[in-house]
């Protein structure tokens, strides 16, 4: 799939944007919006090639990395943290938004 800046694409019940594609960037990373819905996430699965950084604008994601559970929130407009999963982890994550 060859995706370029502002496409939308659903993966696993979330709506994605790209905001800067591979090639916008010479080939080293891709920035991409994610919408995840209350309840919504990927399964879990392994990065073979790319690392993956997150950071949340509003509500909850929990996040799950080689069995290991991280809580990752937004509150009062502060950024409370930022994670960067490495490449061939399993991971997976969860808007526990209610």
Do not use: W
């Amino acid at each position: 799939m060859n995706l370029t800046k502002e496409d939308n694409i659903a993966v696993a019940g979330d709506i994605n944007t790209i905001v800067a594609s591979k090639e916008d960037t010479g080939r080293t990373y891709s920035f991409i919006e994610a919408k995840v819905f209350p309840g919504g996430g990927p399964a879990p699965h392994i990065q073979t090639r790319e690392h993956e950084g997150f950071y949340v604008v509003e509500g909850q994601l929990t996040f799950k990395v080689d069995k290991q559970r991280i809580e990752h929130y937004k509150i009062y407009f502060q950024l409370v943290a930022f994670i960067i999963l490495k490449f061939q982890l399993c991971s997976t994550h969860t808007n526990c938004t209610g």
